[in-house]
């Protein structure tokens, strides 16, 4: 049986019936999914993605075994997944160019998995894992909550190998026919964040008590500059040249100030007419250091006070604090995502450098909480954010509204990936 074939016993399974529908296929009582996830640990978007597939699986198949093959190493992070998901194996390794596992861990889970998940990320960061899957097994592969803006020619040979393809919103599925690409196994399935489930309610209370703020009273904004400079955060300027640093400065600096005054209108907005506290707060770690600059410096000596400032932290805080939170504002994509999960209302000020990720906000009916920033004015923020006070219960609603849709896509995407799962002929992948 192919690949594509496990696709199509398809029925209405949630739960329980989905992992007894992968039981009675693989005739094991605990198959195994080796997922790959964990790009980076300078934002806590990204970080989010693991531990939100994580719980995602764990809800509808629950007698499935995961085995994490974790692209970046981390403490801090492996430390949090240790903590809330103990029994979940976390292993690493790199591909070499022949597409041989290089570590003992990966070749094993090679062996033992009866099937590969791609998680969520801005693109198939991990393809050549992927490949090599491919190469060294007949079992199913799928992709789960990526963005795919461009399809290379070897990118194009795994996709349609793939057994199922989930995109985070609907554009990457444009791009995919515009390819060639399309058929039942492609499904928008929005991004792992949602599913987030994971929480350190003891450092928020802390944070909470320490600066004396009140449960749905205060709001965080999170800033963004126009082109991450990932070349403060990684070895040897992550590689880039000195024409691309310069060009990178030279973008964000000519868009921060325009960018960010329309943020601090409506904090200054909300300080003034509700006499409450804000937040502010990065998604990513570059962003403790343009805090001050681009949302505190600015702003007016009567609104200074009721500022409060949170330093680099994990999802799962940031979870427990967007929980108690009035409404989160963000430049960043994913930092709404995450507050949303914990029913509150966000805001998605968006960048057109920020990729077509953020289609996913229109596709989840969104669109009133979505601020296009080069068409968007301070004004329209801060009567949104007020309107949103004003009427807190129908803001909620929408959030529970927005939660239902994302429970359908991935409702459809899991009865689409439960199918009948082909068991590998080979013995020995590496001999």
Not at 205 to 226: Q, T
Not at 233 to 260: C, F, V
Not at 285 to 295: N, R
Request: charged share 25%.
């Amino acid at each position: 049986m192919d690949r594509r074939n496990f696709l199509q016993h398809a029925g209405i399974l949630t739960g329980a019936l989905l992992s007894n529908s992968i039981v009675k296929m693989t005739q094991k009582t605990n198959p195994t999914l080796l997922l790959v996830s964990g790009w980076q640990d300078v934002n806590i978007g990204d970080i989010a993605h693991t531990p939100g597939l994580i719980g995602l699986i764990r809800k509808r198949l629950p007698h499935v075994n995961i085995i994490l093959w974790k692209r970046n190493r981390s403490e801090m992070v492996e430390a949090m997944l240790e903590k809330h998901y103990p029994d979940v194996k976390v292993i690493h390794g790199e591909i070499n160019d022949k597409l041989i596992p290089q570590s003992e861990s990966v070749r094993e889970a090679f062996q033992e998995a009866d099937f590969f998940i791609h998680g969520s990320g801005p693109y198939v960061v991990a393809a050549n894992y992927l490949q090599a899957w491919a190469a060294h097994t007949d079992k199913p592969f799928g992709i789960f909550g990526v963005t795919i803006q461009e399809i290379k020619p070897d990118l194009k040979s795994l996709l349609q190998k793939a057994s199922f393809i989930f995109t985070r919103e609907t554009a990457s599925i444009k791009v995919l026919k515009e390819n060639g690409i399309s058929g039942e196994f492609i499904r928008f399935a929005p991004d792992a964040t949602f599913a987030l489930e994971i929480h350190d309610d003891n450092k928020a209370a802390s944070f909470i008590k320490d600066n004396k703020l009140e449960a749905r009273k205060f709001i965080c904004v999170i800033p963004r500059l126009r082109l991450t400079p990932y070349y403060k955060m990684r070895p040897k300027n992550a590689g880039w040249s000195q024409e691309k640093i310069q060009e990178t400065i030279a973008l964000n600096d000519k868009y921060k100030e325009e960018d960010h005054s329309k943020v601090r209108e409506a904090m200054i907005t909300w300080v003034r007419k509700t006499g409450n506290k804000i937040v502010v707060c990065p998604e990513m770690t570059y962003q403790v250091d343009i805090i001050d600059e681009l949302l505190v410096n600015p702003l007016p000596d009567d609104v200074k006070p009721f500022i409060v400032k949170h330093g680099y932290w994990l999802p799962d805080e940031a979870a427990s604090l967007y929980r108690e939170a009035h409404t989160v504002l963000s430049l960043e994509c994913h930092s709404p995502i995450i507050a949303i999960a914990n029913n509150t209302p966000a805001f998605y000020l968006r960048q057109p450098e920020d990729t077509i990720k953020g289609q996913m906000y229109y596709d989840l009916g969104l669109k009133d909480w979505t601020f296009e920033i080069m068409e968007s004015n301070g004004q329209q923020i801060s009567d949104q954010l007020m309107k949103v006070y004003d009427n807190y219960e129908s803001a909620r609603q929408t959030v529970k509204q927005t939660l239902g849709r994302v429970e359908v896509q991935y409702n459809d995407a899991f009865k689409t990936m439960v199918k009948d799962l082909p068991a590998t002929g080979k013995e020995n992948f590496f001999s």
